[in-house]
């Protein structure tokens, strides 16, 4: 008996040992796939086709002002059609114009935030939004606490009802400002009033807008370079989990020009962008006999032709961009991305998109 007492335990301890050293195959990562909403007819249509592969549908939905004023809506198509195919929606609310000195007013006025916060309640039980996502740019690094401060006291209410808060977050890749006075700038208005870990916290989830790298303030460059992408990433993650991280990807072209327009620019001439779909850039390309080359190190295409004389620029974003990108978010195990904006896209990243394991 002592014998095959002794034998059992050997086999027990064996197959202990066998079933530790078995590999652990975790579950395929689910990704969160954030699409924002433009109302255009070209946003739609996208949407139409492609709603089974949506996560979160974001539209421009919501403006305040700075007693607390909300108003806007969703368009009553998006709606029927979302809750068909299952789609949440989380619509925006904004600074209107981004502006900066209207958006410090509603801070720091106790009764318009109050006003405010009860209206984004009321929206989302009034059309059963899974919540709000705030995005309040051009925000002074003076209002920092006051910011912080809205954003805590509309996501208390708003978790209260059974809603999310959410917010987008502009693009910043290290701690300090820079060394030039444009990235100065960046810092002061734009980057340093978002208090990262306290809005990671409060909030469900950080949409960091990681895109417009290059705008039409700068010179011609990637809408959103893969190493640039990378080290705002690497940035976020020192401050937000990854699990409460949505990486931004854009999907829309940018074309670098010489405008003249004494109404808009203010100036006889100057240098100039503006966004395309990616069926206009390819338009564009194919009326000047353009050619494409790959930028192996930023992972986008682009390219540049005469235009009687004077050189233009054309940096795209395609489906072998957007896969680089959507790499990153497996990489880093991120909650998923936001992509900005439906209807202007390469059709082809909907056939990347089909493949991946989607919330």
């Known amino acids: 008996m002592e014998t095959k007492m002794k034998k059992v335990s050997c086999y027990s301890s064996l197959i202990l040992a066998v079933l530790i050293t078995l590999p652990v195959f975790s579950q395929p990562q689910k990704i969160e796939a954030l699409f924002y909403y433009y109302n255009s007819e070209a946003s739609f249509e996208s949407l139409k086709k492609n709603a089974d592969k949506v996560s979160i549908l974001a539209p421009g939905g919501y403006s305040v002002d700075e007693d607390g004023i909300v108003w806007g809506s969703v368009d009553s198509r998006v709606l029927k059609l979302a809750r068909k195919h299952n789609v949440k929606i989380m619509p925006l609310i904004v600074n209107p114009g981004f502006d900066q000195e209207m958006l410090h007013k509603l801070l720091t006025n106790d009764v318009a935030r109050k006003r405010a916060i009860k209206s ?17 740019e051009n925000l002074n690094i003076n209002d920092k606490e006051l910011f912080t401060q809205f954003y805590k006291e509309t996501a208390e209410a708003l978790h209260t009802a059974g809603f999310q808060l959410s917010i987008a977050v502009v693009h910043r ?12 700038w960046l810092f002061k208005n734009w980057r340093a009033g978002y208090d990262l870990k306290a809005l990671a916290e409060h909030g469900d989830f950080i949409s960091v807008m ?26 976020f993650l020192q401050h937000v989990p990854p699990e409460k991280l949505s990486v931004g990807i854009p999907v829309a072209s940018m074309h670098w020009y010489t405008a003249h327009d004494n109404e808009r ?28 080359t790959w ?40 909650r998923g991305f936001s992509v900005w904006v ?17 919330k």
């Open 120 to 136: 984004m309640v009321g929206e989302c039980q009034t059309h059963n939004y899974l919540g709000i996502q705030f995005d309040f």
């Open 173 to 184: 890749p290290e701690e300090y400002p820079g060394n030039t006075k444009y990235l100065k």
């Open 210 to 235: 990681t895109y417009s790298q290059h705008t039409r303030r700068t010179p011609p460059g990637p809408n959103a370079g893969v190493p640039w992408m990378t080290r705002n990433i690497e940035y």
């Open 265 to 292: 620019y203010h100036v006889n001439a100057r240098s100039w962008s503006r966004s395309l779909s990616y069926s206009e850039a390819i338009g564009i390309v194919e009326q000047f006999d353009a050619e494409i």
């Open 295 to 334: 930028h192996e190190e930023q992972k986008v295409p682009y390219t540049f032709f005469e235009n009687d004389g004077v050189f233009e620029y054309i940096f795209f974003e395609d489906a072998r961009s957007f896969q680089h990108k959507f790499d990153l978010v497996q990489k880093y195990k991120l």
């Open 342 to 358: 439906a209807g202007v896209e390469d059709p082809k990243i909907w056939d990347i998109l089909d493949e991946a394991d989607l």
